[in-house]
């Protein structure tokens, strides 16, 4: 397997029950046919060369997510402050678990682009990477909408899944749709980062999701909540300002990074 100037890939043997880890590597190729093993873990040797910039890479892709789901964690303590406080927690319990469960097909669909993307990249075929990465985004744009869809068809009747309390299923009928609206941001994004992944560019989307969901959602969602007076409506306003900031913040980063690996890898 030969690696061109500027691309990373991984490669690794299988891992199975009971820790047998034969082989994990970091390789950065700089001329065609030439692989440099950076770090290496075998249980007869563990050797840990290479660790930091692995860790350039890991700790990126973490921060990246977790900085959107502290993000909820943030609204559930607004929604705290809102009238009738019981209900608004609640109903934000509900929503969360909502997007949790949405959220894991876009979620799966990132991790199989990182490496198509990172497979391909790493082979020295930009084109075949950047139709895995438009496929993907063509999916991700069609799971959104089939969650808008649904959505807004059982907006009535999802809350009483969870409880029978009027007071709390009232106030997920009345933001479901704002929630499938942001799942149509969600899932591009999502799988956006994934391609930022595979592209070894983790730190791009961590940044990008700083910025849409803590300096375009909380300020959107504060303000519409409490000095308009929307209600826990505005919170979720907030949060599809965030979805659709960071969407095309996200889609424009990858759209760079796909167009600079194309012309890295002419050279």
């Known amino acids: 397997m030969g690696c061109k100037r500027g691309c990373c890939c991984f490669c690794g ?32 040797g563990v ?42 927690v609640a109903a934000t ?11 894991t097909v876009p ?19 930009p084109y075949k990477a950047r139709l895995a990465a438009m496929v993907a985004l063509g999916c991700a744009f069609l799971i959104g909408i089939m969650n808008v869809i649904w959505t807004v068809l059982f907006r009535e009747s999802w809350g009483k899944l969870f409880t029978p309390d009027n007071s709390v299923t009232v106030l997920v009928a009345s933001v479901m749709p704002i929630m ?23 730190a791009v989307g961590a940044r990008i999701n700083l910025g849409s969901f803590y300096f375009v959602g909380t300020p959107v969602a504060v303000g519409l909540a409490f000095w308009l007076k929307v ?21 424009h980063a990858v759209w760079g990074q796909l167009i600079g690996k194309l012309r890295l890898l002419r050279l």
């Open 13 to 44: 043997d299988k891992l199975e029950h009971g820790c047998d880890v034969s082989k994990l590597c970091l390789c950065e190729g700089k001329e065609k046919g030439i692989m440099v093993k950076l770090w290496s873990w075998d249980f007869k």
């Open 47 to 88: 050797g840990f060369e290479g660790i930091k910039p692995l860790m350039k890479l890991a700790i990126p892709s973490c921060l990246g997510i977790c900085l959107e789901w502290w993000w909820y964690e943030i609204v559930t303590i607004l929604s705290g402050y809102l009238p009738n406080p019981k209900a608004a």
């Open 93 to 103: 319990g509900i929503m969360i678990q909502t997007t949790s469960l949405m959220y």
């Open 107 to 125: 979620m799966a669909l990132a991790g199989c682009v990182s490496a198509r993307v990172g497979n391909e990249l790493g082979a020295g075929k």
């Open 180 to 202: 499938g609206l942001c799942e149509l941001g969600n899932c591009p994004q999502t799988t956006g980062c994934g391609i930022l992944r595979g592209t070894a560019r983790p």
């Open 231 to 251: 209600g826990f409506s505005g919170l979720w306003f907030g949060l599809l300002s965030a979805q659709m900031a960071c969407a095309v913040w996200i889609l």
